[in-house]
């Protein structure tokens, strides 16, 4: 089966720096997703990993290493607006199917 | 470029009654598909459709959910007959053939079944 596990809740100030991680159990793994959803929203996506290393979106930044089964999802100069829920996703399947993670709450403070 | 759309928003519905639920992905795209987020969780695949055809649907409950795409385009769910436990926040999702990773999400149906 798929298990990713994240941090059920994480909370940072506005203009700080936060690390969400992502540790995963997958079969037939071709690389990580990583999605925002705001409360009663729909899940957007925001950054895909195949290879290990650091991929630059903005703000935010995903990192995968595919030796250790694990990624995370930094977020900079924090906003009060990056509060929500953070997931990360395994794409299996062929390269079909997203497996979700468990979520990260994140709580941005003043 | 238009979204995806999904519909009702919202609906209510007594437990052993059925519902259904409308999806129309963006345009052009192939794949479709449905999960079932329940309050504090991840999405959960229930079924995968590439044009009009299953190519996944391991995690639908077959004896009460059915799907359909029937002309590779827009697609509908039901649930006969519902249950408590259905009470969920039903997404549509839809992507480019080869492009899985990053899925295009309807607003959702939030289920109360009661």
């Known amino acids: 089966g798929q298990s990713l596990e994240q941090p059920s809740e994480v909370t940072a100030v506005e203009g700080a720096i936060v690390q969400i991680n992502c540790t995963y159990q997958?079969?037939?793994?071709?690389?990580l997703s990583w999605y925002q959803q705001h409360d009663g929203g729909a899940p957007t996506f925001l950054s895909y990993n195949a290879l290990d290393g650091l991929e630059e979106t903005g703000r935010f930044s995903s990192f995968l290493s595919r030796s250790d089964s694990y990624g995370y999802l930094l977020l900079q100069e924090l906003q009060m607006k990056d509060s929500a829920s953070y997931f990360c996703a395994s794409l299996t399947g062929g390269g079909n199917k997203l497996t979700f993670g468990t979520g990260t709450q994140l709580k941005v403070e003043l | 470029e238009a979204g995806v759309a999904q519909s009702p928003r919202y609906k209510i519905i007594e437990k052993r009654q059925s519902v259904a639920f409308w999806c129309n992905p963006i345009s052009g795209h192939a794949t479709l598909y449905w999960y079932q987020q329940i309050l504090g969780q991840g999405p959960k695949l229930l079924i995968q459709?590439?044009?009009?055809?299953?190519?996944?649907d391991s995690q639908l409950p077959k004896d009460r959910f059915s799907a359909e795409r029937l002309k590779g385009v827009d697609s509908t769910l039901k649930i006969q007959p519902a249950k408590l436990e259905d009470s969920a926040v039903y997404l549509c999702?839809?992507?480019?053939?080869?492009?899985?990773?990053?899925?295009?999400f309807g607003p959702g149906t939030r289920l109360t079944v009661t």
């Open positions: 459709f590439q044009n009009n055809g299953v190519v996944d």
């Open positions: 999702a839809s992507t480019n053939t080869g492009d899985s990773y990053e899925q295009y």
């Open positions: 997958t079969s037939g793994f071709y690389g």
